[in-house]
């Protein structure tokens, strides 16, 4: 950083740009803390849920943890702080990549847009309304997965980024996609069950 020299001779240093001061968090900090956090939410929730009967011990839908209390209010206020840390880090990183990466606008916009899905989803559990809860988190994979898959593609040339960083990304973005696949085919899973059993309802009818 240049000094300057002030009219009466007093070294004045310019102040940082918010740009400047954003590119210097330490994206890697806010990624290990969203990821553990969300982790210890979800384990937290999953033991107090099956404890308590309220979930299957095997392979239940996470978002089932966010239907009964005692733990629907420590998984959402968990995963809601989750989806904030989402928020923040994806600013951050457009602050470091906005001179330097194609898209970087573009992935701003769709990584808050999938931040705020990753709360509404949160929010809503399909218990309550079921179109919200699923769309929400159709949106939520989708968009994130888009964004992963940009930022690790200009991430490859970026020398800011290391090898660790970058595996990672790839591995949240294959995580991302099994995720999105999963869902949707439950989804679809559910619809047919739905349609099979109004069809069953008009024969007996």
């Not at 294959?174 to 869902?183: A, K, R």
């Amino acid at each position: 950083m240049h000094t300057k020299l002030s009219p009466s001779g007093a070294v004045t240093v310019p102040s940082p740009s918010p740009d400047s001061l954003l590119a210097s968090v330490p994206v890697k900090a806010i990624t290990y803390i969203a990821v553990v956090e969300v982790g210890i939410v979800i384990l937290v929730s999953y033991t107090i849920a099956v404890s308590l009967g309220h979930v299957p011990a095997w392979l239940p839908m996470i978002s089932d943890c966010a239907v009964h209390s005692p733990e629907e209010f420590i998984f959402r206020y968990g995963l809601l702080f989750g989806a904030t840390m989402v928020a923040v880090n994806v600013v951050v990183v457009y602050a470091a990549t906005r001179q330097t990466y194609r898209f970087a606008e573009f992935c701003l916009g769709i990584g808050l847009f999938a931040s705020f899905n990753f709360g509404l989803l949160t929010d809503v559990n399909e218990s309550e309304n079921d179109t919200i809860h699923t769309t929400a988190a159709v949106l939520f994979f989708g968009c994130y997965e888009v964004y992963m898959i940009i930022i690790s593609y200009y991430g490859q040339t970026d020398p800011r980024v290391t090898r660790l960083s970058l595996n990672m990304k790839r591995v949240a973005s294959l995580g991302g996609l099994i995720s999105l696949l999963t869902l949707v085919a439950l989804s679809i899973l559910s619809i047919q069950s739905l349609t099979s059993k109004i069809a069953c309802c008009m024969i007996q009818d």
